[in-house]
């Protein structure tokens, strides 16, 4: 029974799956391909140490008071030059900083969608943009994917059903490059497809691309942002690529939007921290920023490989794994009849925990999915991860009637 005092809305925040099988992931000898969390051991601690020392001693009076609702001008201009690395062109007047992406799509929500209208998401998609929009008291349809991303027919089906019942989604949010939780990217050629159509139906489209840097092999690909600045808002982060305990994220928003968004974000933290934020901006102006992330991507490539030829000999027949380009998920589609409830028990007593797909799906869907991430562990224990994982299969199979 919720307490009176809390509001209907207050029971749209969802647990995180993660969470769930936390507590298992925790105990001693058990390797986790449960939390995508990056590896802080690829970032460059000692550099952090120490311009995080040099400037609370030298620019105390900017990094430790208040400063703009928009964020500083050094780490717009860092966050434009950023993107341009990712052959991402964007205007430093459209970036918002945020404490992390997750801020920004929830003021995105906030100054876009009223509660119990309708947003168009990915199949299966990032659960805590599913924490979001239940706060937000929206409903949430969720369109086919395939392994090249979201599928053109199936959003245009679905615009259409909704037209038919009178419904107008306010936004599509999609996750575009090496997704969470699937790990496939939208093809290239989808990719004005996708925004023609959001065009003409008069959706906006919330482009969230926090792995998008994470490539495994050099490569470019048109942001949806790029292709209609005007139509798409990009949320971008530090989070993946320097630390996620900094909390520097953004939007590189429309011109119509800048001014809400601006206000919703004073009304929620007044300002990003300008400490944070200086730090974040430093990397990109001080450091080789490309070298270090291209160094950090080649080792989760090394580790994808790891897990992704590990799990193939285990895998049961007519289960499929994605196969990731980037980022820091794979996702296994078990056969038919298959749970991952049963799973889940079996592969605990094996010392291995996974997150279960049915918490990023549409309600009843997804039982037989889960996500895996091999971005925290090493080569050699995900290569463990996936024997463990074989041994858990194998031990359903034992109990599934014939
Ligand atoms: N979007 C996606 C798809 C993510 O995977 C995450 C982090 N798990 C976020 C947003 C939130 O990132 P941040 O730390 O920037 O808030």
Known sequence: MQHPFLTDRSRGFLPSPVRDVWEASMQPGVISLAGGNPDLALASLDWMADASARLVRDRPHEVLQYGSGYGMTELREAI??????????????????????????????????EQGDTVLVEDPTYVGALGTFGGAGLRVEHVAMDANGLVPDALRE??????????QPRMLYAVPNFQNPK????????????VDICRQAGIPIIEDN????????PRTVPSLHELDPEHVVYLGTFSKVLAPGLRVGWAAAPTWMR???????????ICASPYSQAIAAEFVTEQDFRAAIASAAAVYGERAH???????EHLPAGSTLTKPEGGFFTWL???EGWTTDALLDA???????????????????GESELRLAYSFESPERLAEGAQRMGRAFARVAASRPN
């Open 183 to 194: 790990g496939v990217t939208l093809a290239p050629e989808r990719r004005p497809e996708i």
């Open 306 to 312: 790891a897990l992704c030829t590990a799990l193939d």
């Open 158 to 167: 679905r615009i259409r059903r909704l037209a038919a019942e009178g419904r």
């Open 333 to 335: 589609t078990l056969p």
């Open 210 to 217: 926090p792995y998008g840097m994470l490539a495994f092999e």
């Open 347 to 365: 592969a605990i007593d094996e010392q291995v925990v996974f997150v279960p797909g049915a918490a990023f799906c549409a309600p009843g869907e």
């Open 80 to 113: 434009v030059e950023l993107m341009a690395a990712e052959h991402i062109a964007a205007d430093v007047d459209s970036i918002q900083v945020t404490a992390g992406s997750q801020m920004a799509l929830d003021l995105v929500t906030k100054v876009l969608c």
């Open 259 to 269: 001014r809400s968004l601006q206000l919703a974000s004073e009304s929620t933290v």
